[in-house]
């Protein structure tokens, strides 16, 4: 028996080294664009007078916490409105089963199906 375990534990080692070394890894990337060395077209300078130009016409498209999306947009109704019609709404019941554990899933079941549902959806937006 000790003369199987000499021969086959070297045996298997040798194999799986073998098969190590002739393993070539694949490109993560089908067209192996990992292995591209990329260029730029652009100076830094050309790039910073771009910028500088975008900011001075206005013309960038800024994402930051103190860039306000929302400033264009106008209310056509004042706030109180608003609250008055929705605390009106809750208080008749009409807006609850919208806002509950099944989101309105149960009530949307019991309507008839059709264009009845579609419109209440649309109106409770």
């Known amino acids: 028996m000790y003369t199987l375990k000499s021969l086959v534990y070297p045996a298997v080692a040798l194999l799986s080294l073998a098969a190590a070394v002739t393993a070539h890894a694949e490109s ?13 077209t ?19 498209k800024v994402w930051s916490t103190t860039y306000n999306h929302m400033a264009a947009m106008k209310s056509v109704r004042s706030r ?19 806002f509950g554990e099944d989101s309105g899933s149960f009530a949307l079941a019991r ?5 009845a549902v579609a419109e209440r959806i649309v109106a409770s937006r």
Do not use: C, I, Y
Request: charged letters at 25%; glycine letters at 6%; aromatic letters at 6%.
């Open 80 to 98: 109180a409105d608003v609250h008055a019609e929705a605390v009106a709404a809750n208080k008749a019941g009409e807006d609850s089963v919208w």
């Open 42 to 60: 652009k100076t830094r300078d050309q790039v910073q007078a771009e910028l500088f130009q975008a900011r001075a016409d206005g013309s960038t």
């Open 28 to 40: 993560p990337t089908p067209d192996n664009s990992a292995t591209v060395a990329f260029t730029q």
């Open 111 to 115: 309507m008839q199906p059709g264009r």
